[in-house]
């Protein structure tokens, strides 16, 4: 079992490497949805109109000066562990994965950029940065999207600006998604107060993975629904001043008031889930991802010294199932997983 | 008795175990609409949309506005009612075939959002309204200030000034 992504999987993504605000902001997302004009949109496009639109942009990558020496990988080729292990890092969204036709990814080797071609829209652009880097993500998306513009038509409407598959993203096309780390609310039972916070501002909050998908490990990705109307510097500020300067707040207030009025009940959650990752014999991801949540919690206040964050950040990733796969060379059932997760993390905590 | 742990606002009535991919115990607890929303339940749902349903309905004996639910793009071939029942539009001329119907769509879905604002292709000659920067820096000139930043105050300074007088 060899393909192109085997040594993808050894490190963590550029972008889970701390940043600012990162023992809350674990990571800051903007995506663009582009369509090329002269083709219809995916669900209208035949084989050979999705081979043509592919063609087209891969063209107009190589002629961008802002984009050099990207990975292509065509989805369509790719086994289904590949596919996951793209999943897993953001790399590719599920949809993509799970679709089906000519459909490619295009990313830069730190990662912190990807290119989904053929997904809901001709093409989707991703910038990923570590920690809360809403303005630096906008200028660099900002500039790959001028580049790719100068060499690609763009579907664009006086009235309802750049056009999209779906309506839901039509006007600027862009989502902002700020992944956030809070463990102390959901302790507190005071996750309501993010959902809040999110709603004033017309936001969504949803989990690890996006659309549909479930808070796991007391991670959250709060996200833009409006497209239309709003400039991208308008949405930009909301996060920027708005919402997340406010979450990172009350997740500050509730980890020092546990501190301050309930040490003992912090730190039980905080030993007892670093004695589970320890000597666990079988284990499966949401298990893990929870008690290396609390683990996390544990280093920013102070608790956990022996382990450092960038080791935390990796196993974060790494034992998810794809990577698990890769890492281990084989493919193996869930019961094998949990093991083989079990061990894996038992033997990066006594390297530490 | 708990809240749907989707919406989280109606009254939990579907409760699934299940055993995922992984091998770990998946609890869920819906209320019946987010548990059809997911496809876990199937009331024998009709064929039509319903809020198709109630447009048409709503429309009946204005015979311009029942028309709407017949429009069809001659570029890519889809029908406003295919539209509705799969989300995806067919190719970008629909905005304009469709647009009575599409517009109030999207005002709805963009909380009265009915005009793009913000970057519009170069290659339109339409460069990005100075003015919509000149606001944007004014406003971190005065947090700028608020927050006693005096250095990065100065540069927004010069900003705005070279943005006035150009």
Redesign the interface.
Known sequence: MSGPLDQVARQASAWLRGGPLSEIVISTRIRLAR?I?GF?????ADAQTRQEIAEAVHLATTRADALHDLIALNVEELDELDRALLVERHLISRQHADGSGARQVLFNPDEGCAIMINE?DHLRIQVMRSGLQIDEAWDQI?KI??AL??HL?????A?????T????N???G?RVSVMLHLPALRLTNELEKV?QAARDM?LAVRGLHGEGTEAIGDFFQVSNQ?????????II?DFR?GVIPKIVEYEQAARAALMQHRPAALDDKIWRAMGQLQHARLI????AMQHLSHVRMGIHVDRVKSIDLQTLNELFLQIQ?AHLQKLRGERL???Q??VERASFIRARLSQN | MGLCERC?KAQATFHLTNID????KVERHLCDSCATDEGLLNPSKPTVDLNELLESFVASGQSARSELSNLVCE????SYVEFRN???????RD??VFAEP?AR??ER????????????????GLARKPH??LR?LR?QLD?AVAAEDYERAAELRDRIRALETS
């Open positions: 369509n004009r219809p949109f995916l669900s209208r809901e900002d999207d001028d513009e100068a038509d763009y579907e664009f409407h009235q309802f600006g750049y056009l598959a779906c309506p839901t039509v006007g600027t862009i959902g017309k409006i497209t239309l109307g709003r400039s991208e510097p308008e500020e001043d499966s991801s949401n298990e199932p059932n869930g019961e997983r949990s | 989280k991919r992984e091998g770990d570029d890519c071939g889809i799969q989300g995806q539009l067919g190719c970008g905005y304009d599409l769509l999207i879905t963009h909380d009265g959002g009915a005009a793009h604002v913000g970057k519009t292709p170069k290659s339109l919509e920067d944007r406003k947090d």
